[in-house]
């Protein structure tokens, strides 16, 4: 008890670090492996963790603010509902043929993006 191994402990500035670095690399992967121009992204939607971390990420792939979509602000983080939830948010916004990336950080340091084209109106 007196070492407080008990408490969890998260080093924020590698987390962050980490979250920027590895969704902003994964959407490039996105967007090079499927010949994608940043301009023909119609949206963005990455996992709502953290506000900067979701701007320094649009930064770092250097992607139009409007392009990215946020509900953080209503219901702060969700975990593993944020880009379903984000996507339900703002379902009336996609049209079809919208070219949208999803990208994610979360526990463990794990991390992912996919891409899709919306199918419906």
Do not use: C
């Amino acid at each position: 008890m007196k070492k407080k191994w008990h408490y969890i402990k998260q080093d924020g500035k590698t987390v962050f670090k980490s979250a920027v670095s590895e969704m902003a690399d994964a959407t490039e992967q996105i967007i090079i492996r499927n010949n994608l121009h940043p301009d023909e992204i119609k949206y963005f939607l990455p996992h709502q963790a953290n506000k900067r971390i979701i701007d320094a990420t649009a930064e770092k792939i250097n992607l139009d603010k409007n392009k990215v979509l946020m509900n953080i602000e209503v219901y702060g983080n969700t975990t593993s509902a944020t880009i379903p939830l984000l996507m339900h948010d703002y379902e009336n916004n996609f049209k079809k043929g919208d070219k949208i990336i999803l990208a994610a950080f979360g526990a463990g340091l794990t991390w992912g993006a996919a891409y899709l084209t919306w199918a419906y109106n």
